[in-house]
């Protein structure tokens, strides 16, 4: 026993002093002239530490007598509130606003002027009067409306618009109100992947590819001459920078000086050619090319799902009821399909679909809201299409994402659901 900790004891500090080895060695060739805010690392250390062992059973049965017996100590999750700040960090965390489609409205939206700290979470799809009751009632310090209550720009706070009478509301209450909106719907696991899950397990795809909000958008190339006048270019470089992230590297050309190659941000490429074209060598040598956005798998909007046991038209309705949890939903039959019509792909777009879902090859369309004429061009091409109202295709995620959040705060902060929420329209 006291040789397998020991043994684990070596292993650890191997593994730890190769790390920093790995890491003293990372920047090798780079150069960053940056401000001192953005050169200095998050040292915040995290809340819990884990470490994955293999079970006995995924060991060679002659290894297994071997595994040292541990035992580890995580530390006591937090019990003390915490602040609006680092709330909506950790739902950043969750889902990154740069996910969110550039028209949307994302984020905090009302900031109480005295802050207090969190200690219940309302989430909801809606902000609606009644929703905004309940959490009066609760003493709700925080509320996470999927839909932006606020969406277009206002010029006045009045009682009469409806949406700014709730802002008011919370502002009074000292009621913060965050929407996430389309974050939720791009995000991998996310509103999405919710919805397309109720069919089953398949082959899922996304429909509309998200990209990285990567910093830097141009990547420039030139030469200099000698390593005094490269250490002068990048001088002037860094001041015309104006301090923000500048990164490049170099190389040694046999017999012609330097090749550089350095990467800047759209707003910092006209002032460094402005600055490179006063130099000769780098001005006959220059050449600038725009780099793309990589693209982040899983992330985007829409889904598109090869199902693994494709169904029928009738147990895909019947699949997708018990998944929003409706009695009825509205469905539409392709030309020539029955409801006895195999469903092998289905694609789906929570909330009104239609734009994404546009020239989309399936044999089912499911989401909440699409017009008359979107809904005949889709059964015209074959494609049945099943649609639950807006909200409905929705709402079912909060539970899901109520799960993901309560994990990562304190015990004393309560994430409750709303009871009041609920889609404005009903089968009459």
């Known amino acids: 026993m006291l040789t397998g900790r020991r043994n ?26 940056s401000s001192a805010s953005s050169i200095v690392p998050s040292c915040r250390p995290s809340a819990t530490r884990s470490f994955s062992f293999p079970t006995k059973s995924a060991l060679p049965r002659s290894s297994v007598n071997s595994l040292p017996s541990c035992r580890f100590s995580l530390p006591a999750r ?50 609606t009067d009644a929703v905004m009751e309940e959490a009066e009632a609760l003493r709700c310090d925080l509320i996470v409306s999927y839909h932006p209550p606020l969406f277009r720009p206002i010029k006045r706070l009045v009682q009469k618009d409806w949406k700014q009478r709730l802002a008011i509301r919370a502002v009074e209450a000292g009621m913060a109100v965050f929407s996430p909106h389309t974050s939720w719907d791009s995000m991998k696991e996310g509103v999405n992947d919710w919805l397309v899950a109720g069919l089953g397990s398949g082959q899922v795809s996304v429909l509309s ?8 958008s141009h990547k420039l190339e030139f030469m200099v001459k000698t390593a005094e006048e490269l250490n002068a270019v990048m001088e002037e470089l860094k001041a015309c920078e104006g301090g923000a992230t500048l990164q490049y590297s170099d190389r040694r050309a046999d017999g012609s000086g330097f090749h550089v190659s350095l990467t800047c941000s759209d707003s910092a490429l006209t002032p460094i050619v ?64 029955t409801l006895e019509s195999s469903v092998c792909t289905a694609a789906v777009c929570a909330g009104s679909g239609a734009s994404v879902l546009s020239g989309v090859k399936a044999d089912l369309f499911i989401t909440g809201e699409m017009s008359h004429h979107d809904v005949l061009d889709a059964v015209a091409a074959g494609t049945s299409v099943i649609l639950s109202d807006h909200s409905n295709s929705e ?7 109520r799960e993901r959040l309560a994990v990562r705060l304190p015990d004393a902060v309560q994430v409750l659901l709303s009871k009041a929420d609920r889609d404005p329209l009903q089968v009459v």
Not at 9 to 31: A, G, H, M, P, Q
Request: glycine fraction near 6%; include cysteine; proline fraction near 6%.
């Open 8 to 33: 684990l004891s070596w292993t650890l500090s191997l593994l730890t002093s190769r790390r920093l080895l790995i890491s003293k060695s990372s920047n090798f060739n780079t150069v960053l002239f």
């Open 78 to 127: 937090r019990t003390d509130p915490m602040a609006l700040r680092d709330v909506l960090q950790v739902l950043e965390q969750l889902a990154p606003l740069s996910l969110a489609e550039s028209w949307d409205n994302v984020g905090l939206l009302v900031e109480p002027s005295k802050s207090r700290p969190i200690k219940t979470i309302m989430l909801t799809n809606d902000l």
């Open 209 to 216: 590819q998200a990209y990285s909000a990567a910093s830097h």
């Open 274 to 337: 402005q600055t490179l074209l006063r130099h000769s060598a780098p001005s006959q040598s220059l050449c600038i090319l725009k780099l793309e956005k990589p693209p982040l798998p899983g992330h985007g909007q829409g889904r598109l799902s090869v199902l693994d046991h494709p169904v029928t038209v009738a147990t895909a309705v019947e699949k997708m009821k018990s998944h929003l949890g409706l009695v009825n939903l509205r469905l539409a039959l392709g030309a020539g399909r």
């Open 395 to 401: 709402r079912g995620f909060l539970a899901v994402f």
